[in-house]
C-alpha cells in the first residue's frame, strides 16, 4: 500500500526558513515524478515544485529562486528548502507522487499535509 508522510513544518516569522520532508512506502521503484503541492484556506491546491527521478526541476513562478526542491531516489524521499518566506507562503503543504509534473489533478497519491505558517 502506497503511502506519504510529510514532516517539517511549523511556524516562522516572514523572512525565514524551513525544510520539509516526504517519505514514500510501498512503491516497487522510486516514482518519476515527486512534488510538493499547497492549499491555503478558500482556495484551490496549487503546484509549488515538482521533481523527477533524473533530477529535473520544476517551480511555480511565486517561488522560483526561493525555495529548492531535492530527492533521494534510494530513501524515496522527497524534500522542500524553503528561504525567505513570504505571509502569502502560508498554507498546508501536500506531498504527492506519480503525478504530472505541477497539476494537482494527475497525481493519486497524496500524503496527509503539513501546515506551515508565516507571521510578520
Known amino acids: 500500500q502506497v503511502q506519504l508522510v510529510e514532516s517539517g513544518g511549523g511556524s516562522v516569522q516572514s523572512g525565514g526558513s524551513l525544510r520539509l520532508s516526504c517519505v514514500a512506502s510501498?512503491?516497487?521503484?522510486?516514482?518519476?515524478?515527486m512534488g510538493w503541492f499547497r492549499q491555503a484556506p478558500g482556495k484551490e491546491r496549487e503546484g509549488v515544485a515538482a521533481?523527477?527521478?533524473?533530477?529535473?526541476?520544476k517551480y511555480a513562478e511565486s517561488v522560483e529562486g526561493r525555495f529548492s526542491i531535492s530527492r533521494d531516489n534510494a530513501k524515496n524521499t522527497v524534500y522542500l528548502q524553503m528561504n525567505s518566506l513570504k505571509l502569502e507562503d502560508t498554507a498546508m503543504y501536500y506531498c504527492?507522487?506519480?503525478?504530472?509534473?505541477?497539476?494537482?489533478?494527475?497525481?493519486?497519491?497524496w500524503g496527509q499535509g503539513t501546515q506551515v505558517t508565516v507571521s510578520s
Open positions: 510501498g512503491y516497487s521503484s522510486s516514482p518519476y515524478l
Open positions: 504527492a507522487a506519480g503525478g504530472w509534473w505541477l497539476t494537482p489533478r494527475t497525481y493519486n497519491s
Open positions: 521533481m523527477s527521478t533524473g533530477g529535473i526541476t
